[in-house]
T-cell receptor
């Protein structure tokens, strides 16, 4: 099956700093999603981005499908950005099943 | 309010007991999924269903069972055969595109199961 690797595994930032999270995947995909898991465990959808670039406020994401990676950018980080960020991928013909990476744990300090 | 609900939020089980976790969605989504998350790990797929009365095993189906009698509901039973059931369980749903296409998946709030 598809392998998904996320880096870095852990990241500590001071409030106001910018960061880039990376997701590499081992095969072609038709679905790529970024999630933020909050301290209560809820997975919050950030981006559905199988290719191209999207922006939502302080967050943006870029997927380069031909090179099998995606990047999540967080600008002007806030303490509420803390949590775990997951990348997940899926392929056509697989009933939208997602394969998850192991996540990047982000801590934003004052 | 549209969304995915899971109950209970916390569940404690004695060894040897079967327990059933509830998942309901009112998004009119075709497909539903169950994932398991262990501490510090990503999510792994247990079972999924694309249509009522049909479901398929995921990567870690041993010790679990499901049913899909209604489009809105996809309960998961953790049986006594599951060797290490303590985990966080998340249910998800999505639209199914024609031709096997993929669509965005949305998640419920999860159930934390602890075996005593």
């Amino acid at each position: 099956g598809i392998q998904v690797e996320q880096s870095p595994p852990d990241l500590i930032l001071q409030e106001g700093a910018n960061s880039t999270l990376r997701c590499n995947f081992s095969d072609s995909v038709n679905n790529l999603q970024w999630f933020h898991q909050n301290p209560w465990g809820q997975l919050i959808n950030l981006f559905y981005i199988p290719s191209g670039t999207k922006q939502n406020g302080r967050l943006s994401a870029t997927t380069v499908a031909t090179e099998r990676y995606s990047l999540l950018y967080i600008s002007s980080s806030q303490t509420t950005d803390s949590g775990v960020y997951f990348c997940a991928v899926g392929r056509s013909g697989t009933a939208s099943k997602l394969t998850f990476g192991t996540g990047t744990r982000l801590q934003v300090t004052l | 309010d549209g969304g995915i609900t899971q109950s209970p939020k916390y569940l404690f089980r004695k060894e040897g007991q079967n327990v059933t976790l509830s998942c309901e969605q009112n998004l009119n989504h075709d497909a539903m999924y169950w994932y398991r998350q262990d501490p510090g790990q990503g999510l792994r797929l247990i079972y999924y269903s694309q249509i009522v009365n049909d479901f398929q095993k995921g990567d870690i189906a041993e010790g679990y069972s499901v049913s899909r009698e209604k489009k809105e509901s996809f309960p998961l039973t953790v049986t006594s055969a599951q060797k290490n059931p303590t985990a966080f369980y998340l249910c998800a749903s999505s639209i199914l595109a024609g031709g096997g296409g993929v669509h965005e998946q949305f998640f419920g709030p999860g159930t934390r199961l602890t075996v005593l």
